[in-house]
């Protein structure tokens, strides 16, 4: 594989395959940090968007027409 360029490879395993290796409990908690994972995600890009609208709102109020006659 020439380099720089990466390949992404995804297992799909059901649920239900865990279910014979994790007591429920351990399950419980697996689901529980990837809603926290994802919680903190959208915190970041509602914290991105933020800054940007921002960043665009103070460029907007810099900008004045200024009538010549």
């Not at 959208?42 to 006659?69: C, F, M, P, Q, T």
């Amino acid at each position: 594989m020439p380099e720089g360029k990466t390949r992404e490879i995804k297992i799909l395993v059901p649920e239900e395959f865990f279910n014979l290796f994790l007591p429920e409990a351990a399950l419980e908690h697996a689901l529980k940090a990837r809603k926290e994972l994802l919680l903190a995600l959208r915190s970041l890009l509602d914290a991105k968007i933020e800054a940007l609208d921002k960043k665009v709102e103070k460029k907007a109020a810099g900008k004045k027409k200024i009538k010549i006659d």
